[in-house]
Structure formats: structure tokens, C-alpha cells
């Protein structure tokens, strides 16, 4: 059996993302969940850290770049589910997008 392997080109990565970056006056943010799809999201996020956020589904993931970016905005796309995950959220300075009413009653 055989598996297909995805490679990271760390030079036509950034070569997208300045492109990007120079064709808009807005801040772009780094979509990087799913471990970079698989390629690694502290490799991913070092190619693209002149982006002005992170962007990551799980709260690990976050973790993981706040150790690296102490000061880098970073956006938890799935939000969170518990009240101990939101404490993480305030404790690391991550935002969180909420999706649900059970959210907002968390946050309250």
C-alpha cells in the first residue's frame, strides 16, 4: 500500500503569502488549523510570521504558537466548549470566535 506525502515549499509559501500581502491594504490573517494541514503549524507559522494573526481550530495549537509569538494576536476559530478553556483563552491573550448560545452563556 502506498500513502501520498505532502511537502511544505517553505519558499513558494511565503512567495503566496507576500503576494498576498502586497495586493491588499487589509491585515491578513494566517490560517494555519489542522496542524498547517498536516505540514507542521510552528513551520508554517515561522514562513508566515509577518502576518498580523494566527489563525488555529484547537486550543493546543494556540499554545503551542503563543510559545513562540508571545505578542502575535492569535484567533481560536472553533471558539471554545468549556469555562476552563475560555480561563486559557484570557490567560494566553488568544480570541476566540463563539458560534453558539452556550458560548455567550459561558462567557457570562
Known sequence: ????????????????????????????VAVIKANAYGHGVLE???????????????LQEAIELRAQWPDKPILLLEGVSDIEAWQCCGEHHFDAVVHCQDQILQLA
Open 1 to 28: 500500500m502506498s500513502y501520498a506525502i505532502a511537502h511544505l515549499s517553505r519558499s513558494a509559501l511565503l512567495h503566496n503569502f507576500q503576494r498576498v500581502k502586497a495586493s491588499t491594504s487589509a491585515k491578513v
Open 44 to 58: 508554517a507559522a515561522e514562513v508566515l510570521q509577518e502576518a498580523e494573526v494566527f489563525a488555529v481550530a484547537r
